[in-house]
Nanobody
Framework: QVQLVESGGGSVQTGGSLRLSCVVSRYTFNSRCMGWFRQAPGKEREGVAGTGGGGTYYSDFVKGRFTVSRDNTKNTVYLQMNSLKPEDTAVYYC????????????????????WGQGTQVTVSS
């Protein structure tokens, strides 16, 4: 069974940084689409960043602050989060797809086949 395990969440103050990691086991994702999503209390899950096929994708609200990367040799995807804001507070999930990313699909939850359990990120003012 494919497993995705996130780590690196925590509590920081405004302007701080965190680096999330997502290790994928029992699945070799190579250049297939990997995404980071988040869900804040009372809000819908939203796409944060995606990577696949040599491309990277970001939602406007994290551009210039977050960086997504991957190490295929370690089956791991990362999300470096800088200049964190209170509105970034949420549970962050990584997701793996059996398909390739596209500009239109990376942020769609339905495009992903496997999900992690989530890691909490809390940013205080």
């Amino acid at each position: 069974q494919v497993q995705l395990v996130e780590s690196g969440g925590g509590s920081v103050q405004t302007g701080g940084s965190l680096r999330l990691s997502c290790v994928v086991s029992r699945y070799t994702f190579n250049s297939r689409c990997m995404g980071w999503f988040r869900q804040a209390p009372g809000k819908e899950r939203e796409g944060v960043a995606g990577t696949g096929g040599g491309g990277t994708y970001y939602s406007d609200f994290v551009k210039g602050r977050f960086t997504v990367s991957r190490d295929n040799t370690k089956n791991t995807v990362y999300l470096q989060m800088n200049s964190l804001k209170p509105e970034d507070t949420a549970v962050y999930y990584c997701a793996a797809s059996a398909r390739y990313c596209s500009y239109g699909s990376w942020r769609m939850s339905a495009a992903y086949d496997f999900w992690g359990q989530g890691t909490q990120v809390t940013v205080s003012s």
